[in-house]
């Protein structure tokens, strides 16, 4: 995969303090019935008695890298490597980077400190794989019945940081 763009995400944290990355990674590797982790007897037993919406799962954590802070300290944390497609944004997954900053940003917006710290990691990788700054997307700008990576996320501010 050769990635052309750069996908904006966050994780929909409830209480914006919980450290959620291993969390993120295990649900998404995990059987999923309305956002309810099962075991993969339930799944089969659930899919034997013919109930839709069951999510297998997936091979790893959907994105390629997460922004969360880690007993006060800001962490860069790692998911898919940047040359396997991600599974974060339906339909472009096989040319975007997908980057969550962990947190519900449609309670609070991430203070500067996030979104500098995430905006450094950004500018690496618009300039490893010669991607410009307009190429950086919401995740609603492609998935217009959500809000990700919030309401309150300051999309324009984070691009200004980019370099």
Request: hydrophobic share 35%; with cysteine; net charge neutral.
């Amino acid at each position: 995969m050769i990635p052309k763009i750069i996908i904006i995400h966050h994780s929909f944290t409830k209480d914006q303090k919980t450290v959620d990355w291993d969390a993120i990674r295990r649900y998404h590797t995990s059987w999923r019935y309305q956002g309810t982790i099962l075991s993969k007897e339930e799944a089969v037993h659930l899919l034997n008695e013919g109930t839709k919406g069951i999510e297998a799962p997936w091979a790893d954590i959907g994105y390629h890298f997460g922004i969360e802070r880690v007993s006060g300290l800001l962490t860069r944390q790692t998911g898919r490597p940047t040359n396997l497609p991600g599974f974060h944004c339906r339909g472009i997954n096989s040319y975007s980077l997908g980057i969550c900053f962990v947190g519900n940003y449609d309670l609070a917006p991430p203070d500067d400190e996030m979104l500098i710290f995430g905006a450094t990691l950004i500018s690496e990788l618009l300039n490893q794989f010669s991607i410009i700054r307009n190429d950086v997307y919401s995740h609603h700008y492609f998935a217009t019945y959500k809000t990700c990576p919030g309401s309150m996320f300051p999309m324009a501010k984070l691009k200004s940081l980019l370099t």
